[in-house]
């Protein structure tokens, strides 16, 4: 009991500084996980925890920085321009048709199950629209993190991978009863963008027939001196190139887009000072992030603690104790509840290969299928993303400019939406059943 109430007041306190501004999100997530690891009795063993943490964030952060760096030179050689200007030429001046539009390509790029690939490839392109008819950014990321968590139930993202590893189901089998409630999430989620369009084009007095364009953003004697006009194709090629391998798994997505990096800054700056130039144009952004992917696992670590004796272990004993038994035969609803909670104050792999099996054991007693339990533990997903356990989150609030209280207190509101539909389409296909 003493460290799942600590496991919980670690969260809080974070939280609650971070809210106050009393601390950085960065030096947060270091000190007070620390502080929490020493009051757990842990001693020294809580730096060796932390460097658990950040060893499992590892291939996150070396993708992180790759993939910044690659959308950052493709960005800097302008591969995005030709776009960008007929999607503002396009929407002349309508900021409905801009939001619109990035919910439909925010649910197309989700399809490869990755967060960080969706926010640097949306927010690369999408940023400079957004920029240049003043819309509110965190727009943006709504719309983004909307269509990510409903499109991150695919078998081959997270969540529902490790559900199945842990339930024993087929990609098939998970997949067939979570598609329903995908696609009207989707559906939702463009309706939304459609909602928060109109009201842009209040606040700015734009109307649907405005004809004026925006001109293009001056840009310095160096930032024109590095683009690339005439390797628009062969970058988009590239790009393509490097999606296709990501979707199908043919290497990690570090090795990726740490080939894919070399590659662009071997063909688009092929001199070597100019190459450190760009990187150093680049690396601002970078190191921002990966902070904060480092500061994560820490969090993680620390909370995971000793293997099977931690402050997340605990929590999920707790959740499991104050079940009454009286609830049984809801007890597939109860897990549906318990992962939204669950999966935002713990990490996929803690809440999926922690929480969920004493859970399951419970509720197979109770007659539930492998099925059932499976479907309803992903039902929290529509919350997941507001954690601050999950690192590409911090890369997309850079990207946008928001902080950590902004992003949370506006997301919420619209992600209630998505859990709902969730929750009804189970209810309504079987697949969450009450026996």
């Known amino acids: 009991m003493y460290l799942a109430l600590l496991g919980f007041g670690m969260i809080v306190v974070f939280m609650a500084l971070i809210m106050a501004k009393k601390l950085s999100p960065f030096t947060s997530l270091i000190l007070i996980p620390i502080l929490f690891g020493l009051l757990a009795g842990y001693g020294w063993d809580t730096l060796s925890y932390a460097m658990d943490g950040i060893k499992d964030v590892a291939s996150t952060f070396a993708m992180m920085t790759f993939a ?7 960005l800097t050689a302008g591969m995005f321009d030709p776009m960008v200007d007929k999607v503002v030429s396009w929407c002349k001046g309508d900021p409905l048709k801009v939001l619109v539009g990035t919910a439909v390509l925010a649910a197309f790029v989700s399809l490869d ?37 409903i499109m991150n139930l695919i078998p081959w993202g997270g969540p529902t991978a490790r559900v199945m590893s842990v339930m024993q189901l087929d990609a098939g089998e998970i997949l067939a009863p979570l598609v329903p409630g995908m696609v009207l999430g989707a559906l939702y989620s463009v309706g939304v963008s459609y909602y928060l369009g ?32 005439k390797l628009i194709f062969f970058n988009l090629i590239l790009t393509a190139a490097v999606i296709v391998a990501l979707v199908m798994g043919l290497a990690s997505s570090a090795i990726l887009f740490g080939v894919g990096t070399a590659i662009a800054l071997l063909v688009n700056y092929p001199n070597q000072k100019t190459q450190r130039q760009v990187i150093s144009s680049v690396a601002p952004d970078m190191i921002n992030v990966v902070m ?28 499991v104790s104050i079940i009454p038994e009286s609830l049984g035969s809801y007890f597939a609803v109860i897990i549906a509840f318990i992962s939204a909670p669950g999966t935002y104050l713990l990490n996929n792999d803690a809440f999926y ?75 309504v296909t079987g697949s969450l059943a009450i026996l």
Request: hydrophobic share 50%.
């Open 68 to 74: 910044i760096l690659y959308f950052g030179i493709m």
């Open 113 to 149: 199950g990755d967060g960080t690939t969706t926010v640097m490839i949306c927010c690369t392109a999408m940023l400079p629209i957004y920029e240049r008819l003043h819309i509110k950014k965190i727009y943006l990321a709504t719309l983004i993190i909307l269509q990510n968590c």
């Open 198 to 229: 109109l009201k842009e084009r209040k606040r700015l007095g734009v109307t649907k027939c405005v004809e004026n364009i925006v001109s293009k953003v001056e840009l310095s004697e160096e930032e024109a001196a590095w683009k690339r006009p």
């Open 292 to 319: 904060m992917v480092l500061g994560a696992g820490v969090l993680m670590g620390v909370l995971n603690g000793p293997e099977g004796a931690g402050m997340s272990n605990a929590i999920a004993e707790l959740l």
């Open 353 to 427: 290969y922690g929480v969920l099996p004493p859970l399951a054991a419970t509720a197979q007693a109770y007659g539930f299928t492998n099925l059932q339990i499976g479907f309803a533990a992903l039902m929290g997903q529509a919350f997941h993303f507001l954690s601050p356990l999950v690192p590409f989150i911090y890369l997309l609030m850079d990207k946008t400019e928001i902080t950590l209280a902004q992003y949370q207190g506006y997301i919420f509101k619209w992600c209630i939406g998505i859990f709902v539909i969730f929750m009804a389409m189970g209810f």
